[in-house]
């Protein structure tokens, strides 16, 4: 990627990126291979502390909420940050109406860096709910072995039910109630298509359930899904606050990033 002319020399700003994602890791590794960026912009990370050993991504980092918006519009004027990146997940939503909130008390720019959702093609067989509760209220009528890969936090609103059995894949062990039958599988993406291919057909899977995350890190389910012909069933994203400026991609946020300055 090619330096930013429009990023004058001098490291005159401070970024906050709200992480816990891959495009947050990708943002920071770029602003600090960039020179013209690294010369222009300390970087902080902020992870909500979920993960048990997260990945970290280079620059400062920051581990553990704020206190709400007013702290996190603290934090944001007490540390001298002129940009914020809202890089969480697209299913954070609360962390992002806090980002967007902190927008409007302190008037520092906020960028949402949203990856695209996914989108069903020809041979797809996919289902919506708009939350988790409603995913489970339709799922048995798809099918009775469940590939769960919705995260460990929602976990129960699949408790109920009885009838299914699950194989539950998560980054660190589920708590709190959980389906009676179920397997857990600890593993941490990317994932690749063969081992979807195997890991489904291994388990006799004849359901998956995703949130809409998008991205290509954990697409290969979608497609192992498809040729098999099991039934996907798709959690939809959660409301984005209004008036936020948003970017698709880490290339749009840093071509913001250097347009943007105070
Ligand atoms: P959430 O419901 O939107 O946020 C709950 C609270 O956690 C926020 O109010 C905030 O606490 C704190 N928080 C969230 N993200 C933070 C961050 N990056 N830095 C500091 N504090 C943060 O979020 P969530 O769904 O629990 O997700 C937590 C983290 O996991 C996020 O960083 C997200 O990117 C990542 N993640 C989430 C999902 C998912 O499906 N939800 C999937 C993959 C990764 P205060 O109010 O105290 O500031």
């Avoid at 960028?111 to 939350?131: C, K």
């Avoid at 606050?241 to 071509?255: D, F, M, N, T, Y």
Wanted: hydrophobic share 40%; glycine share 12%.
């Amino acid at each position: 990627m090619s330096a930013d002319p429009a990023v004058p020399a001098g490291r005159a700003g401070h970024v906050l990126i709200l992480g816990g994602t891959t495009e947050a890791r990708r943002l920071a590794e770029a602003l600090a291979r960039e020179p013209a960026y690294a010369s222009s912009y300390r970087v902080t990370n902020s992870l909500a502390g979920r993960v048990g050993s997260p990945v970290l991504p280079p620059g400062e980092t920051r581990i553990g909420g704020f206190g709400g918006v007013e702290g996190l519009a603290g934090w944001i004027t007490a540390h001298g940050v002129t940009h914020v990146v809202d890089a969480t997940h697209p299913f954070a939503e609360r962390m992002s109406f806090h980002a967007a909130g902190a927008e409007a008390l302190t008037g520092v720019p906020t960028l949402a860096l949203r990856r695209p959702g996914w989108t069903p093609g020809p041979g797809d067989a996919w289902t919506f709910a708009d939350d988790l509760a409603g995913a489970a209220a339709v799922l048995p009528s798809l099918g009775g072995r469940a590939f769960l890969t919705t995260g460990r936090t929602g976990l129960h609103s699949f408790a109920h039910l009885t009838g299914t059995w699950f194989l539950v894949r998560s980054v660190d062990p589920p708590q709190g109630p959980v389906p009676p039958r179920m397997e857990t599988l600890l593993a941490r993406g990317p994932f690749g298509l063969a081992e979807e291919r195997e890991l489904m057909a291994r388990h006799r899977i004849d359901v998956l359930v995703t949130k809409d995350s998008g991205g290509e890190a954990t697409a290969p389910k979608l497609t192992a899904a498809r040729e098999a012909g099991i039934p996907v069933l798709v959690v939809r994203r959660p409301p984005v606050p209004r008036g936020v400026a948003c970017a698709e991609s880490v290339e749009a946020a840093l071509r913001w990033l250097g347009g943007t300055r105070r």
